[in-house]
Nanobody, 123 residues
Framework: QVQLVESGGGLVQPGGSLRLSCAAS????????MGWYRQAPGKERELVAS???????NYADSVKGRFTVSRDNAKNTVSLQMNSLNPEDTALYYC?????????????????WGQGTQVTVSS
């Protein structure tokens, strides 16, 4: 089984910064994608940023230039540095790790989530 534990959420004023961290443990396939998603009240969960084990990144348009995702493959950790935060960034942030495995002619998705950490941007 795989477990993800997030930390670093909290209350911050507009324009401020926060850093989220996530530690993954368990039987994790080395070729994976780790990422951060968020869900605001009344809205669907959305991708914030992701990073492959090779270091390729993907960001939501709303956070480009403000957020930076990084990972440590040896430690199975992923971080999200969030700068210039605004109230629209307020949400529950989830860590995710996923990978595919091909066995014979079938492909299986392995998809794991953390419990979420709250980020609130307010004056």
């Amino acid at each position: 089984q795989v477990q993800l534990v997030e930390s670093g959420g909290g209350l911050v004023q507009p324009g401020g910064s926060l850093r989220l961290s996530c530690a993954a443990s368990g039987n994790i396939f080395s070729n994976n994608v780790m990422g951060w998603y968020r869900q605001a009240p009344g809205k669907e969960r959305e991708l914030v940023a992701s990073i492959t084990s090779g270091g390729s990144t993907n960001y939501a348009d709303s956070v480009k230039g403000r957020f930076t995702v990084s990972r440590d493959n040896a430690k199975n950790t992923v971080s999200l540095q969030m700068n210039s935060l605004n109230p629209e960034d307020t949400a529950l942030y989830y860590c995710n790790v996923r990978w595919f495995k091909v066995l014979f002619s079938s492909t299986r998705l392995y998809d794991y989530w953390g419990q979420g950490t709250q980020v609130t941007v307010s004056s």
